[in-house]
């Protein structure tokens, strides 16, 4: 059982991040959620601390800061990253090292040796761009697993690929990920 960082951008599949929060927690593993600020206005923070019993985090300055340093802190706390769902911005921007707000600088701060794993979750044009497809690249030549996404109909109202896997099948490829 380990310390799961767990990485959610604005999506509408964040309501699959929160059942995934809860089963991570049910199988054992402590779980802390860090929202990008666009995801927290799609979800709430505290629907997350309930389902882990852990703090949910959001934003690095201004009203909502908790703590002085919560980028180190997490970065130091952090056994392994999962980042789901992971959306096209937040993939672009750790494919290029930027750290400008929480959860993009905690993941810059943690040690190379912590596993981090990415399940994407976006529209088909999205994903089928050769900006994110080269991304997706980068990152995972830096050492990102990137889990793969499922087909099928998305909220955007078309089909194809990018649906976020299943929390379930999210949950074997951590378990299969820890035991490597
Ligand atoms: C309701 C809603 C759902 C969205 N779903 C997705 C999504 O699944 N994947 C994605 O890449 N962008 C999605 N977007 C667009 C992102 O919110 C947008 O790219 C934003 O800049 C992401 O910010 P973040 O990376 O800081 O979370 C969605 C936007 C809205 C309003």
Known sequence: MVRIALGCSASAALHKGADLSSKLTQS???VRVVLTARAAELISPQLFE???SQPAHVAEFGAARKGAMDHIQLSQWAEMWL????GADLIA???HGMADDLLTTAILATPLSVPRLL??????????????????????GDGWR?????????ACGVHGAGRLLEPAEILARVAAE???
């Open 28 to 30: 054992g593993h402590e």
């Open 50 to 52: 309930a389902l882990t």
């Open 83 to 86: 980042l789901a769902p992971a």
């Open 93 to 95: 921007k750790l494919a």
């Open 119 to 140: 399940a994407p979750a976006m529209n088909p044009h999205m994903l089928g761009h050769p900006a994110t497809k080269r991304n997706l690249d980068l990152l995972e």
């Open 146 to 154: 990137i889990l793969g996404s499922g087909d099928g109909h998305m």
């Open 178 to 180: 820890l035991q490597r």
